[in-house]
């Protein structure tokens, strides 16, 4: 099976190197993306928005012949569910990693633009449940290969048309969540709840980890991507 990798912000293509070769052992073929405007100044990616983003991964997608799956991480997962509402009949899963697929209109969130970008806020900005299982060294390693992204970006709201995106299967890699416990909390995400509900073929899957498991569990992490994708 082809693979298209989408980074969540801050990261490019580099940040799945760790995840690729247990894909790979499986007979899978990576496509392991950089997003457009990534670690660009402002004079060069003010421009770009969410859309520019969903449309280099859909060329990605073209690029490949027959069906292929779709993995976003963090806000990568908003990119990932725009492809599956533009190719539905090519995307056959789109895995959401330690994220949910985005309603309508929706963006992935607000964070602070410092000279027309957003830069990565460093690791100390998050909450301890997403980093715990990133020790000081792998904290260390990771900072020099975040960049900052174009700012409209994260705020812009994703623009989903086509309901066929409902019917491609979905599977939610989720760091700490569990089925159940998903479960009990998606209802209460008002939009968020309808988008899920309304997806055919849709399973969570725990994977034991913090927000960033290509960096802290990467082997798990890509043994449960070919599962996913086995199913």
Known sequence: MDIILIPGLWLDASSW?????????????????TMPGW?????????????????AAVAAVDSVDGDVAVVGHSG???????????RPDHVSRVIFIDTVPPPPGNGISEFDVVD???????????????????DAETRA??????????????????ALTDPGRYRVPVTLL???????????????????????HAIDDAEVVRIGSGH????????????????????
């Open 174 to 196: 989720m760091g700490g969540l569990d089925s159940s416990t998903f479960d009990g909390m998606i209802d209460q995400w008002q939009e968020y709840a309808a988008e899920f």
């Open 212 to 231: 960033w498991p290509q960096f802290s569990v990467p082997q798990r992490l890509g043994e449960l991507i070919d599962a996913a994708i086995a199913r």
């Open 76 to 86: 990568g997962g908003n990119v990932a569910w725009g492809v599956a509402d533009a």
């Open 39 to 55: 670690g660009a100044p402002a004079s060069d990616s003010g421009d770009i928005g969410i859309a520019d983003w969903v449309t």
């Open 116 to 134: 027309g970008v957003v830069p990565f806020p460093g690791w100390d900005f998050f909450p301890e449940e997403d980093i715990e299982d990133l």
């Open 17 to 33: 190197d760790e995840v690729t070769p247990t894909l790979e052992r499986a007979g899978h073929r990576v496509h392991a993306l």
């Open 141 to 158: 390693h990771t900072l020099p290969l975040t960049r900052g992204v174009p700012a409209r970006v994260p705020t812009d709201g994703i």
